[in-house]
């Protein structure tokens, strides 16, 4: 697959799943996951235009920090809260008895949405905001 392909199908996956994420606000943990899938598959599709892959959700979460934040193409706040989300993401999948409070899914909503908005702003001809 091509990179800009590549990049597209990310970010048709990165809509469709904050689009769910805001329809199961009901069920935090759900809305949480799908919250950073989003912004993972955002992030995907940006690092994709430049032939970037990852194998990994720690070596996507390292290149926010390296190749977004340290460079000063995104605050801190943002790869903050990046970080947040793939925490949130681990306690539904791995929390146990832990699970995503009514306030942490708001907020992984609004840091979903704005990282979407963030990438949009970036390469607006490649990824169309249908949000």
Not at 26 to 47: I, K, M, Q, T
Not at 68 to 76: E, Q, R
């Amino acid at each position: 697959m091509n990179s800009e392909r590549e990049a597209k199908d990310h970010w048709g996956r990165a809509l469709q799943t904050f689009h769910t994420a805001e329809r199961i606000t009901d069920d935090n943990d759900s809305a949480a996951n799908r919250c950073y899938y989003a912004a993972f598959h955002a992030v995907s599709a940006l690092f994709a235009l430049d032939g970037k892959t990852y194998k990994t959700h720690a070596g996507i979460k390292s290149a926010v920090h390296r190749d977004l934040v340290n460079t000063g193409l995104w605050p801190a706040e943002l790869g903050a809260g990046y970080s947040f989300l793939l925490k949130a993401r681990l306690k539904d999948d791995y929390g146990g008895g832990m699970h995503v409070k009514h306030d942490e899914a708001e907020r992984a909503l609004e840091t979903a949405r704005h990282i979407l908005q963030i990438v949009h702003k970036a390469k607006p001809g490649v990824f169309p905001l249908n949000m």
